[in-house]
């Protein structure tokens, strides 16, 4: 019978864990750590992740400031805002949420970013920094799946990695982390030819493609960790919806351990956030050219 690994339960150490070392933190500095979220347009996804991350940094002892813009909202005031807040020296952490209005380019706001407030870890600085091993903000979501890994696997040396997807948010930087511990990573997307008999071959296989029931019980050889990084709503027998990875988890009986979804990479994702959000925040504190 395979292991269910909780991120749930591991979330939860960590948010235990960063609660105490936010408390000695504020008292030696006398600083607290804050995050400012900045949400724009009416999505009700992304309220209910602003929602989220708010509360938790709450429950961890740190401080958040949102923004909140209409869809109508222009480049412009948002860069200004950007700026604002990287000059502030309260601020430690600064995350747009995504996705922007079309209206708006991404990639010039996330840009704008100090590199080191960029708790999402998105700038190419951070990027960089990632793909040469030399620390940084790591995105939250990969560094999520790589400590559910760890807690399954102690040694990555010459295991073989499968990353379903290619994305900048998940794929690339969660293969990027398993080379920097030595994995043969192999990087597939939806052009990739006989998925499954690479799939086969794999001790780790991470799948964030975004496809529901991809990744068949069949694909995985007995004892391999599945990451199911996937979240897909999909409308059920009865009529309701409910939400399902990318792996058929019914079919993962033989494998070593593998994340449920929900439960699984989701909360390690805030939690890893808030991780940033206090790395950011003693990096600062330290004068440090970069975080992490
Ligand atoms: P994306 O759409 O940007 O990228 C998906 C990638 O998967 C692409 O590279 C694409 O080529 C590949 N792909 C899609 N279908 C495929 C198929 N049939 N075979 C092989 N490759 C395929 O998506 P993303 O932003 O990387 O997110 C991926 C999934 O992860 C989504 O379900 C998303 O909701 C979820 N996600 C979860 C969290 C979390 O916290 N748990 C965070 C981010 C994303």
């Known amino acids: 019978m395979a292991k269910i690994i909780s991120g749930t339960a591991m979330a939860a150490q960590l948010?235990?864990?960063?609660?105490?070392?936010?408390?000695?933190?504020?008292?030696?500095?006398?600083?607290?750590?804050?995050?400012?979220?900045?949400?724009?347009?009416?999505d009700p996804a992304s309220e209910i992740y602003v929602r989220r991350k708010i509360l938790e940094c709450r429950k961890v002892g740190m401080e958040s400031l949102q923004f909140r813009y209409g869809s109508d909202c222009g480049e412009s005031e948002l860069l200004e805002l950007i700026a604002r807040l990287n000059a502030d020296p309260a601020v430690h952490g600064i995350l747009v949420q995504l996705p922007l209005p079309p209206s708006i380019d991404s990639s010039k706001v996330l840009d704008a970013i100090d590199p080191r407030k960029d708790v999402d870890g998105f700038h190419p600085v951070n990027v960089g920094r990632l793909s040469t091993g030399t620390g940084g903000l790591i995105p939250c979501t990969p560094m999520g799946c790589l400590l559910l890994l760890q807690s399954e696997i102690p040694d990555f040396k010459g295991k073989k990695a499968v990353v379903i997807g290619k994305s900048n948010i998940v794929g690339k930087p969660v293969a990027l982390l398993l080379l920097e511990q030595e994995c043969t990573v192999t990087i597939c997307h939806i052009y990739t030819r006989d998925l499954a008999s690479i799939c086969r071959q794999a001790d780790v296989i991470?799948?964030?493609?975004?496809?529901?029931?991809?990744?068949?019980?069949?694909?995985?050889?007995?004892?391999?960790?599945?990451?199911?990084?996937?979240?897909?709503?999909?409308?059920?027998?009865?009529?309701?919806t409910r939400i399902v990875g990318d792996a058929v988890s019914e079919e993962l009986d033989h494998a070593g351990a593998y994340t449920p979804v929900p439960g699984g990479v989701g909360p390690m994702t805030i939690a890893c956030l808030l991780l940033n959000t206090f790395k950011a925040a003693s990096s600062l504190a330290r004068g440090e050219a970069s975080a992490g």
């Open 15 to 42: 948010r235990a864990d960063l609660s105490v070392s936010v408390e000695r933190f504020v008292a030696e500095k006398g600083i607290v750590p804050k995050l400012a979220v900045v949400l724009v347009g009416n």
């Open 206 to 240: 991470v799948v964030a493609a975004g496809s529901p029931g991809l990744v068949r019980g069949d694909w995985v050889k007995p004892g391999a960790v599945v990451i199911d990084v996937g979240i897909n709503r999909i409308v059920d027998e009865v009529g309701g």
